[in-house]
């Protein structure tokens, strides 16, 4: 599920991928279309959500200090990180969603 709204200074993208029933990775870019007439991606959002609670993720947002940064969790403090392509931040919500996975599945040691 994808949105699209723009105008002549460009566009919001905003969508939701599932990874199943219970985890989404939700995505919000601001894009433009530079001189060389290549599509930019100015500001982005990338988040992992499972179970509705925030696992992690990334930001781009030249307002911001640092400008490109991870969230660990909802409430964690930020880390300054290189930007990061959808793809890449997919790949790894994708193996931090099988990390929890794992944990949850794993035999209680009580």
């Known amino acids: 599920m994808l949105g699209l709204a723009s105008d002549r200074a460009g566009a919001i993208v905003d969508g939701a991928i599932p990874l199943d029933n219970s985890a989404i990775v939700y995505v919000n ?6 001189e060389d007439e290549r599509i930019r991606i100015r500001r982005y959002s990338y988040y992992l959500v499972v179970d509705d609670n925030e696992i992690c993720g990334y930001d781009l947002n030249p307002l911001e ?3 490109s940064h991870y969230h660990a969790g909802p409430h964690s403090d ?4 290189e ?3 959808l793809r890449e931040a997919y790949e790894h919500f994708w193996d931090r969603y099988n990390e929890l996975r794992a944990q949850q599945d794993a035999p209680s040691t009580r």
Do not use: H, T
């Not at 870019?29 to 530079?34: P, S």
């Open 29 to 34: 870019e601001f894009v433009d279309i530079g």
């Open 65 to 67: 200090d640092p400008p």
């Open 78 to 81: 930020v880390s300054a990180c």
């Open 83 to 85: 930007e990061v392509s």
